[in-house]
């Protein structure tokens, strides 16, 4: 089967992860990286989770899911020890239109978490479609090893002069051809930067 690759903006929508224990842990950083409000039900947690719930970032509510703990939920993560509950919130999400990912469980997931390189606002995503997540791995870290550190500052150094370009020239052949070149160079913050030359030499 196939996947459709977006990358998806879950900022302030509510998210719900089932589970509390050591594998609901792990996909706790990429939720709440990407800003979700992030509600987790489990019987039992971890004191991370407890942890969290106390500094505001989730809200943790302690006891068995039930069908109506999807309601208004944007996406959800089946992340329990409990193949017949994670197959209860898969079942009923798929119901409801929800978004859902099984974890560990390829056939009962819409989507999959992939191994993510990221360098400030660059993502580069991996998947296998389930079928490796040891290969997605190792090209992660194979790729995180061959990218400069310092491409976070310099991507939003080059987005901030892509906005220049964008208001004061029209759109056109032109403008694609030279943001494609912004791209390639060395951009820094002076007025003698190559790159802003570039950009306003055009105008001239």
Known sequence: MSLFPIFVKLAGRQCLLVGAGEVAL???????????????????????????????????????????????????????????????????AVRRNILCNSVDDPPHCDFYFGSIVTRGDLQIAISTNGESPALAQRLRQEIDEQLPQDLG????????????????????????????????????????????????????
């Open 26 to 92: 792990q996909k706790i950083p990429s939720l709440l990286g990407a800003e979700a409000r992030l509600r987790v039900i489990a019987p039992q947690a971890r004191a991370e989770f407890s942890e969290l719930a106390r500094a505001g970032r989730i809200e943790l509510i302690e006891r068995e899911f039930t069908e109506a703990d999807l309601d208004e939920v944007f996406l959800v993560v089946a992340a329990t020890d409990r193949p017949d509950v994670n197959a209860a919130v898969y079942s009923e």
């Open 153 to 204: 500052p310099w991507l939003q150094s080059v987005g901030e002069l892509r906005r220049e370009v964008l208001a004061a020239y029209p759109s056109g052949e032109e403008r694609k051809m030279l943001l494609h070149k912004l791209a390639q160079r060395e951009l820094c913050e002076s007025q003698d930067c190559p790159s802003r030359k570039l950009a306003w030499e055009k105008r001239a």
